[in-house]
């Protein structure tokens, strides 16, 4: 790890990571705070929900639990999509900033030409990004739980920290295929497009897997199956090993491939 | 001979199948300020990335301080100074934050040096590096690569985008450098600049080493113009010789090309003749360089 490398990082996303925390924190809080009104409504939003198709309930994970708990309306509206979205965007952004960014706009060569290890490049930027994915996550549980204790509506708080490691797994596992690409190309937009399309593909697969039994034997391939419905490891309060070890290790298997790959590259 | 800072042995680096450079063989000693000499494109940008290990060689090794600079790269750089030939300098730090962060990677060597350079120089650090003009860029260039005082500097087209009068007190460091034991390794296509300041220069041509030379030799070895103005007519016939090449001629007009070994020999010859005037020009680096590359 190099200090000075970390807490430049740091200081070029003090903005940055003010929006994402406040703005997931905020929208969190939001969400808690018109659920009580959501939840008096939650017969009728629930005999409208039962004349969908099964698998379309399934497919974006609305359950009896979405609108008469917290926990199943935020994994429905919140966790399951815009915030998964937001922070999946933050993790590929600064992955591709940390080599092809720099690369891109010519730093690289100034930061290789002092003495710094291509390796220690990366894992301290990945430090970097482990504390700010950490502070936008606790940022968002933050934001729930205070607005539960002031609307005083229950939480299931060790269930929460629970999906936060999961989550955590799961934007890790994006942040290696983000480091990949981003040692790959040599131009950053490349290498924001590759891991978003594979996300965005991802999500489709997910989705289609849900709806269609022909499609569900690729499941596997798709790492929101691994992610899973957030409101079953709330409220199961367990944590889900099988899925957080293909996570960790696609992340782990990416990120190792990342330094392989830009230690042994040309920068022009 | 001193010490070799620099050894280069048939270093070559193929982008594809295209060449950067082919079987570079020089060296830069202790304490000399080498130019590097070349037009756009003819390698000099690729020499000084292998150098730094920015560019991994497709064959053949370089060595600076006797390291070598893919597998010692790390130790290499704790005693070198780079200035890249465009320079990208986080655009959004200040400049004074920038200098701050490069003199972090080198706790030890932090000194008042920055701040004279700074001065000399007239940079105001603290401004933002992207309200930058393109010459305090170069200036905060060469502030980063020089504050340390490292024991090599590599300066890729330093001077470019300097004004006159900063350029003479840039020239000035680097000289005030080389006096203190530094060596200086600078690329340029700036002749004036390298006859100015350079002890020897390598010519480098379509990524292949035309020469490595001192000035002074370079010179020595070169062609002469010379111009003779007859007081009669005379044979052009006198003055065919193998290397000698007639530019001009008139009545009592003579304009020859000549290598400084053959001057006996037309002087022999003008000796017959009734000379009005004659000249002899020491032509410039522009013009030895043009020679190179017409080879």
Known sequence: MNFNLIKKVLRDYKFSILLFGFGTAAYGASMVAIFPSIQTSANDLMSYMDKMPSAFREAFGMSINSFSTLEGYLSMEYFSMIWIFILVAFTIAFASQAIAGEIDKGTMETLLSQPISRTKIILSKSLVWIFLILLIISGTFIGVFVTAIIANIKVEYLGFLIFGGVALTFFWSFYGLGMFFSSVFYDRSKAIFAPLAIFLAMYLLDILSKLYDQVDKFHFLSLLKYYGNPVEVIQKKVVPWNEVEVLLTVGLVFFFLSIVIFRKKDIY | ?295
Do not use: W
């Not at chain 2, 041509?205 to 007081?231: L, P, T, Y």
């Not at chain 2, 003008?270 to 000379?275: D, F, I, N, Q, S």
């Open chain 2, 1 to 295: 001979m001193a010490n070799a800072v620099i050894e280069i042995e048939n270093l070559t680096k193929y982008y594809g199948s295209s060449i950067g450079v082919q079987n570079l063989n020089f060296s830069v000693s202790e304490g000399e300020i080498f130019g590097f000499l070349g037009p756009n494109g003819a390698g000099k940008t690729t020499t000084i990335r292998l150098l730094l290990n920015l560019l991994y060689p497709t064959s053949g090794t370089a060595k600076i301080f006797d390291l070598d600079c893919v597998k010692d790269s790390l130790k290499v750089r704790e005693e070198l100074g780079y200035l890249a030939g465009d320079p990208n300098l986080y655009p959004t730090l200040s400049g004074k934050t920038f200098l701050d962060f490069i003199d972090s990677f080198r706790p030890e060597k932090k000194s008042k040096y920055r701040r004279e350079l700074t001065t000399r120089l007239n940079l105001d650090a603290k401004r933002k590096i992207k309200q930058y003009s393109r010459g305090n860029l170069q200036k905060l260039g060469i502030i980063q690569a020089l504050m340390h005082k490292p024991k090599l500097a590599i300066l890729d087209e330093p001077s470019s985008g300097l004004d006159p009068l900063v350029q003479l007190e840039f020239y000035k460091i680097l000289e005030e450098l080389k006096k203190e034991g530094k060596t200086i390794f600078l690329s340029s296509h700036n002749l004036s600049e390298v006859e100015k300041i350079c002890d020897r220069v390598a010519i480098i041509r379509q990524g292949k080493i035309v020469a490595v030379e001192s000035i002074e030799k370079i010179r020595h070895r070169s062609i002469r113009v010379a111009e003779v103005f007859f007081k009669a007519e005379f044979k052009k016939e006198d003055f065919k010789f193998d290397n000698v090449k007639i530019i001009e001629t008139g009545e009592h007009y003579l304009k020859l090309q000549l290598p400084s070994s053959m001057i006996n020999q037309v002087l022999a010859k003008l000796a017959k003749y009734e000379v009005h005037d004659l000249s002899f020009t020491t032509p410039d680096l522009e013009e030895i360089f043009l020679q190179y590359y017409e080879k």
